[in-house]
């Protein structure tokens, strides 16, 4: 039988293991805070940075290649001279989607981090439904 000594012995030698083990737990959690802290200032930064004005230049003039393109494919043309054009038509039904994908209300908005993202959206765009709704407004 184990004598009352050593029983408190073995409590007292598991309760500093927990106390240790708490110790460890705790010094990790603030270094993971500390990290997550780096984290969020580094993601505000980069979050912060927008694309420069070359590349707002670019992806400007891409818009306008790929609206002249796709009204030159569907042979929309000006009708008369009161109302837009079918490329300021098409150009704008980019934009709109450029919008809804990057979050920014205009070219100078967009992230820097999204920049490759929002060329390759604009030299692929083709939306049928809006493409048919220009055509429509165009009376084509």
Do not use: F
């Not at 290649?65 to 300021?88: F, H, I, N, S, V």
């Not at 967009?110 to 407004?137: F, L, N, S």
């Amino acid at each position: 039988m184990a004598s009352p000594l050593g029983e408190a012995g073995a409590a007292l030698a598991a309760a500093d293991e927990v106390r240790i083990l708490t110790e460890k737990v705790d010094s990790l959690a603030a270094l993971v805070m500390a990290q997550n802290a780096v984290l969020e200032r580094v993601a505000g930064i980069l979050a912060a940075q927008t694309v420069n004005r070359i590349q707002e230049r670019a992806i400007r003039a891409a818009i306008g290649r790929r609206a002249k393109e796709l009204c030159q494919r569907e042979g929309l043309e000006p009708r008369d001279w009161t109302r837009p054009t079918p490329e300021r038509m098409m150009a704008e039904a980019i934009r709109h989607t450029l919008r809804e994908l990057t979050g920014a209300r205009a070219a100078a908005d967009i992230p820097a981090r999204m920049y490759d993202a929002a060329m390759r959206h604009v030299t692929e765009w083709d939306y049928p439904g809006a493409i048919r709704r220009i055509r429509k407004e165009m009376g084509a």
